[in-house]
């Protein structure tokens, strides 16, 4: 954990950036920073190193001072608050370098009593989890792996519509930053051509009547290099670069992401369930497919018709029957 000292330290190496970064691509005078800040010029010198060691470009010229030419596509909370215009999501933001899994540090976090919007957000994660039981392969800065800690006043019965809520916002922020086409397959897997590019993991503390705390995580394929997937996974997963032929921004899409997530957590936690369904269903390629569903041993087979205002998939039987589904998986078939 970090000591005093090291707080301290970051906070110098802080100020020293937010300093380069109001010059907006100009140059600063060192000696300018260094009386302005109440350090030496070879303290200024020493944050500098330190900024460029973490992937900052930083360049300096005798007698002229320090500009800043480029940042690095890290998570590094200073990075995401700078485009973030969300009030609740990322109202704290805890940043790894590497961690087993977000969600389980963050139920973690909840558990301690971290705030609403608290996101824990790693560069990779060994032991990352997919829904039933899966592991979700999350390879060293190349995606957006991170978890959020949501308290919504609404009962257990109510909570369905979250997962949809987060695909929706998911959805629009990689159309925004990409200009991609991202479909949604009930319930929450978001697709790229009939390809898996991300996914939602909704994990929860409840009792009969309330809500304690809500966990969801969100893995992004950015910029995963296709050959990362195992060999089963290739055939269905992708990534934005895959598609694209190029990286993307990765601090870009986190923060539109959360933006996006501000909005259609509103809509959630005011129960406007209409409006998330509504916007659910422009984006969902389901309604309408014969699909198979698998919910634990069992294997239904109709057409997926509707979904409820709960989030619940409504599947018509070949002898007309309708069925709710709340959970599981459904394959589209031909
Ligand atoms: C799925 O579609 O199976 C859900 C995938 C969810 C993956 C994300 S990555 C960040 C968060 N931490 C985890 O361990 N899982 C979720």
Request: charged share 30%.
């Amino acid at each position: 954990m970090s000591s005093p000292g090291f707080a301290k330290k970051s906070k110098i190496k802080q100020t020293v950036l937010d300093a380069l970064v109001k010059a907006s691509g100009s140059f600063v005078s060192g000696t300018r920073v260094s009386a302005e800040l109440g350090m030496s010029r070879a303290a200024v010198w020493k944050q500098i190193e330190i900024l460029r060691k973490e992937g900052y470009s930083v360049s300096s010229k005798p007698r002229i001072g320090y500009c800043l030419t480029g940042v690095p596509d890290r998570f590094y909370p200073f990075e995401v608050k700078r485009l973030l215009k969300a009030e609740i999501m990322g109202s704290e933001i805890d940043y790894f370098d590497s961690l087993g899994s977000t969600n389980d540090e963050t139920m973690k976090r909840a558990v301690e009593g971290a705030p609403e919007g608290t996101v824990v957000i790693a560069e990779e994660q060994t032991k990352g989890k997919g829904r039933l039981g899966r592991a979700w392969i999350s390879p060293k800065y190349q995606g957006i792996w991170f978890s959020i800690v949501l308290r919504p006043e609404v009962l257990p019965a109510e909570t369905g519509l979250i997962t949809l809520a987060v695909a929706v916002a998911v959805a629009r922020a990689v159309k925004q930053e990409t200009g991609l086409d991202v479909e949604i397959k009930w319930p929450n897997d978001l697709l790229i051509k009939g390809k898996k590019v991300a996914g939602i993991l909704t994990e929860m503390s409840s009792e009969q009547d309330k809500v304690h705390f809500m966990v969801v995580g969100v893995g992004i394929n950015a910029n995963v290099d296709p050959g990362s997937f195992p060999g089963e996974l290739r055939a269905t997963a992708t990534s934005l670069r895959e598609q694209l032929g190029r990286d993307v921004n990765r601090v870009r899409l986190l923060c539109s992401v959360l933006n996006e997530l501000e909005s259609s957590y509103r809509s959630f936690r005011e129960k406007r369930s209409d409006e998330i369904v509504r916007d659910w269903k422009e984006l969902s390629s389901t309604l309408g497919k014969k699909v198979e569903v698998k919910i634990l041993d069992r294997i239904f087979v109709g057409v997926a018709g509707d979904i409820d205002e709960g989030g619940q998939l409504i599947i018509r039987m070949p002898d007309g029957e309708l069925i709710s589904v709340s959970a599981g998986e459904i394959t589209y078939l031909r």
